[in-house]
């Protein structure tokens, strides 16, 4: 089809869809197949087993871990990676759990219809020379480049290389036509003796730290896990350095020091006791120690830089010790990103990462979508069709991209796809959940600083999201359009996805377009080149705050009866649990959602208080039906 070239004016407030959207958010896709069977279905749950074990034998699942529960001694976890002709498969996998040897609950994801040669046409020395070559970046780690299978966002399949590299992106090289076809980023953003200090909110607490040469460190000694905090003084060369390149190795002197022992460096206070204080929940009330449940160091860091305000979690193999770092910015006031609920929220991050990872051979991920129109009109004439090409204007996209052609990604059939990035929702969801626990493990409930509540980052001056009522906050209070985040699927944001040529290769990124409504209607979102993963947390979320404290979705009408505060560490457990023991590494919020379900129904029995809860809370925001329909 002949492309006509189109320019995209400014934003509007509405739009409105040319075409009746066939299909529903939550739609598998072909080629794609979701599973989540439990004992509720047993024979669909007894032929799953059986198609598992038969792919195993094909060797299409290769059991990648196999470990006992941390909580039900009877019970074993089993997760297998999916392979294609002895290449595995990115995002395809399966979670399988026994009791006593019997299979009780499967949930992942297998990719169909894979036809590659999986011969490569481009060695892998050579690939990461392309690599570097077309982006500009060098290796993140003396490794060589892994030969994967990548689905794409409409599941055609590539025989590619995979490398993360120095700036903090992993790509996905073509190992046919040796250019990079897929990017993603590595960086999950948002936050021996003992002294005192003062944090972001005035408040004294004690600090685990060491002497050394006459100036006390923040290095704590005390715990099984070691924590290390560095201070970079706003060096965000050095921060870089240490973050990205595989030669940055810590040295003493990047260690936060105090001559007395009488902390006066707020962010360094604040991040480095609260870090403490997570690993005391973990390692109490969920039995996991340390980020990475070995009691491996943890890595911080802190004053980055004057302009970065943002908090971040980023994976092996980057940090100063090639195994990850949390690390902590501050508001443009100067206040820093160190509330407990954001350190432990971005630890918790890591938690997910090695949980899930050592389990299943890959970090959590996933993007889900579903068949849009045909075309769509914006209010003041813009009109998208598939098989034509536009441009943006400048402001609208980062300068390399200004002016460059682009089409919208569209299926076989000609339908517009929307997208979002459900394993990177259910990563911030479960983020939230725990950087609340602690705080309300930290706190009582009270009113005034450092009250536990469910507000998420308020003891910065500026709270984020909110748990309680999602939406109650703007997605972008400057923006004009009144959107909101969501506390139920049905306002669950979905985008658009352009594709454009840069650098002589494919560059494919979530539309500032999409749709807030379920696709009856589509309009102009406050951010291009984003997949919704903290907006689209809340649902989840919010369901954790119905199990708890009870209530009524505001979306849904449906009401919730929570099992109360005294109750709230079952639902905790259950979530984390989910996420630790259970989760595929693809998920959708759909299949997280049944994931925790089965985490209580393990934990407590079906009869339980927590199962009914947060059975009801799941359909009260829509991500589990009725059991009537």
């Given amino acids: 089809m002949q492309m006509r070239q189109h320019a995209i004016r400014g934003p509007v407030a509405a739009a409105a869809l040319a075409a009746p959207l066939v299909g529903m958010a939550g739609q598998e896709p072909v080629g794609r197949h979701e599973i989540a069977v439990t004992e509720a279905r047993l024979s669909e749950l ?89 982006t500009g970046a060098g290796p993140a780690t003396v490794g060589t480049p892994t030969l994967v299978i990548l689905p794409t966002l409409f599941d055609t399949h590539v025989l590619a290389w995979r490398m993360p590299m120095t700036d903090r992106q992993t790509y996905y090289l073509d190992a046919h036509g040796g250019r990079i076809v897929h990017a993603e980023s590595n960086v999950v953003e948002q936050a021996a003796s003992v002294g005192v200090g003062a944090g972001i909110q005035g408040q004294r607490k004690k600090l685990s730290t060491s002497e050394a040469g006459g100036q006390y460190r923040a290095y704590d000694r005390l715990r099984p896990a070691e924590t290390v905090t560095l201070d970079m003084r706003h060096d965000e060369d050095r921060a870089d350095f240490l973050i990205e390149d595989p030669a940055g190795v810590w040295r003493p002197s990047d260690v936060a020091s105090d001559p007395d022992n009488d902390w006066t460096d707020t962010a360094v206070v604040d991040a480095h006791a609260y870090a403490g204080f997570t690993y005391d929940y973990l390692a109490l009330e969920q039995g996991w ?49 160190v509330a407990a609920d954001i350190v432990a929220h971005e630890i918790m991050h890591g938690v997910t990462y090695h949980s899930v990872s050592r389990r299943t051979g890959e970090g959590l991920g996933g993007v889900w979508r579903f068949p849009g129109p045909a075309e769509f009109t914006l209010p003041g004439g813009f009109t998208a069709r598939c098989g034509e090409s536009y441009t943006y204007p400048e402001g609208w996209v980062p300068p390399v991209l200004t002016g460059l052609s682009f089409s919208f ?56 999201r909110r748990m309680d009522d999602p939406g109650s906050v703007p997605l972008r209070s400057a923006f004009p359009i009144d959107l909101r985040y969501p506390d139920a699927s049905s306002g ?7 594709t454009f040529e840069f650098r002589d290769r494919p560059f494919i990124e979530f539309s500032r377009i999409g749709t807030v409504d379920g696709g009856r209607t589509l309009t102009w979102l406050p951010t291009w080149g984003y997949g919704g993963v ?20 505001r979306t849904t009408g449906l009401t919730v009866e929570g099992v109360g505060g005294a109750n709230r560490r079952d639902i905790e457990r259950a979530f984390f649990r989910a996420m630790t023991d259970l989760m595929p590494s693809s998920p959708s919020v759909f ?37 009537t329909e």
Avoid: K
């Avoid at 009877?74 to 006593?100: C, D, K, N, T």
């Avoid at 860091?301 to 195994?323: C, K, Q, R, S, Y």
């Avoid at 299926?411 to 983020?431: D, K, P």
């Fill in 46 to 134: 007894r032929r799953t087993d059986e198609l598992i074990d038969a792919l195993e034998r094909n060797d299409e699942l290769v059991l990648a871990s196999r470990t006992p529960d941390r909580y039900l001694s009877e019970r074993v976890h089993e997760s297998f990676r999916q392979y294609h002709a002895g290449v595995p498969v990115v995002g395809g996998g399966i979670s399988r759990q026994l009791a006593g040897g019997v299979t009780v609950s499967i949930f992942g994801t297998l990719h169909e219809g894979i036809d590659v040669d999986t011969t490569p046409l481009v060695p892998g020395d050579d690939a990461l020379a392309l690599i570097a070559e077309q």
């Fill in 289 to 337: 120690n340390g980020v990475d449940g070995r009691n491996g160091r943890l890595m911080i860091m802190v004053n980055i830089g004057l302009d970065f305000a943002n908090a971040f979690w980023i994976p092996p193999p980057f940090g100063p010790e090639g195994t990850g770092q949390v690390g902590f910015g501050q508001w443009p006031d100067g206040v820093p990103l």
């Fill in 409 to 464: 990604l569209c299926n076989e059939e000609g339908r517009l796809g929307l997208f979002a990035a459900h394993g990177g929702a259910v990563n911030e969801a479960l983020s939230d959940v725990i950087g609340t626990a602690v705080e309300f493990m930290l706190h009582e409930p009270a009113t005034g600083p450092l009250r536990a509540d469910y507000l998420n980052g308020e003891d910065t001056g500026v709270w984020i």
């Fill in 492 to 498: 669950m944001v979905w985008f658009l996805a352009e």
């Fill in 534 to 553: 903290h907006w689209n947390s809340t649902i989840l979320s919010h369901a954790f705050y119905l199990a708890v404290e009870g209530g009524r979705n």
């Fill in 591 to 627: 299949q997280a959602a049944g994931v925790v379900i089965q985490s209580a129904a393990d934990l407590f029995g079906t009869g339980s208080a927590a199962y009914q809860a947060i059975g009801q809370a799941m359909v009260a925001v829509g991500l589990v039906r009725p059991a």
